[in-house]
């Protein structure tokens, strides 16, 4: 039961996620400033240098991401809930990794962006204690 409820939740939490990745992704393709309550930080930091890792626009990235551990929560067992957690952590450091870039390089926060890490930060807690916390559901055994 505890499973299922979390395995929901990682869903639920990975729609919201995908929503700020669909509209950063789409700001960036139309080339448009985006929404930002933060005096100009967001557009700062998405026209930054490091708005794009290897190639690659940061928002897309994010989109892979959320895509990606969406699809593991299809994936039965042990395995299933490893790749979850696996990817949610590595999501987790991908996001710590922009945000020192936002705090330190960038000098500009963008309230999109922080709002991706936390939903990647409690994505991680949420798969990690999914896969710690499971217990498959006891044998039944018939007795005669």
């Known amino acids: 039961m505890v499973d299922r409820r979390l ?13 700020i990745a669909s509209y950063l992704t789409y700001i960036h393709y139309a080339d448009i400033k985006p929404i930002c309550f933060a005096h100009g930080g967001c557009e700062t930091v998405q026209s930054s ?14 989109l892979l991401g959320y895509i990606g551990i969406l699809i593991s929560l299809a994936i039965p067992g042990d395995i299933g809930r490893a790749i979850t957690a696996l ?3 590595f999501g987790f450091g991908f996001s710590m ?18 709002g991706s890490a936390t939903l990647m930060t409690i994505l991680a807690v949420l798969s990690v204690w999914r896969l710690w916390r499971y217990q498959p559901p006891a044998a039944t055994t018939l007795q005669t």
């Open 7 to 19: 395995g929901i939740a990682i869903g639920v939490i990975c729609v919201v996620g995908l929503g």
């Open 49 to 62: 240098q490091y708005a794009h890792f290897i190639g690659v626009p940061v928002p897309v990235l994010g």
């Open 87 to 89: 990817m949610a952590l």
């Open 97 to 114: 990794y922009l945000t020192w870039l936002e705090l330190f390089r960038i000098k500009a926060i963008c309230q999109w962006c922080v």
